[in-house]
């Protein structure tokens, strides 16, 4: 198992475009978690799932965003009609559900909305 | 509530200890973690300690625990310019992790 994967690394979209991402968790991890980063700022939580059940999502997750895990592996997140304000770093991570071991991170996915 | 306060910036010298301070508001964490994250790249964990613990050290890394004052620190022992990064300590109570911004820890030759 290689780690997190995040595809892509990079994306740049108009404003009013659609976006997606994909995360692949380590296979073993039954929770898939999503965060974004801003310049300067701590990763912020925006949702998790454990298996293919959304346990949780941050009020910062507005209507534009959704998010899948749809048979308990790879998530994907989509955002609708980007806004400016969504440029950050998108960050995936995945847990067993002990807690010793921590979350591991993928690498990101920098979005960035001109 | 969830809230994790840290200094913003280190400057330490090459060879020189680091100690990076953490300020927690829930009493009722059971994991506490340090992560680095490098520029460009996804957080690496470093290393955590339970809430029952004082300390735990591994090799150059020292975590200390005060419950009391819900302080966490950790210290890097001989520090070199490959520990440049920025330096996040994390709250776990349920999930999820609870992060704070982090402390930019510049390392001088």
């Known amino acids: 198992d290689t780690g997190v994967s995040q595809d892509p690394r990079h994306k740049i979209t108009k404003r009013g475009q659609n976006v997606t991402f994909r995360c692949d968790p380590i296979s073993e991890h039954n929770r898939l978690y999503w965060y974004r980063q801003t310049l300067g700022q701590g990763p912020e939580f925006l949702t998790y799932f454990q298996n293919e059940a959304q346990l949780e999502k941050s009020r910062l997750l507005s209507d534009r965003f959704s998010a899948e895990r749809p048979k308990g592996s790879f998530s994907t997140l989509e955002i609708q009609r980007t806004e400016q304000g969504d440029s950050a770093m998108y960050l995936c991570a995945s847990s067993g559900t002990g807690g010793a071991d921590g979350y591991t991170f993928g690498s990101g996915t920098r979005l960035t909305v001109v | 509530g969830e809230d994790v306060e840290q200094s913003l910036f280190l400057s330490v010298r090459e060879g020189d200890s680091s100690v990076i301070n953490c300020t927690y508001t829930?009493?009722?964490?059971?994991?506490l973690y340090w992560y680095k994250q490098e520029p460009g790249a996804g957080l690496q964990l470093l290393t955590y300690?339970?809430?029952?613990?004082d300390m735990k050290q591994d090799q150059r890394l020292t975590v200390l625990l005060n419950k009391k004052d819900k302080h966490l620190s950790l210290r890097i022992a001989d520090t070199q310019t490959g520990d440049s990064a920025i330096y996040f300590c994390a709250e776990s109570i349920n999930t999820p992790l609870v992060f704070g911004k982090g402390t930019r820890l510049s390392v001088i030759a």
């Open positions: 300690i339970f809430s029952n613990m």
């Open positions: 829930d009493s009722s964490s059971t994991y």
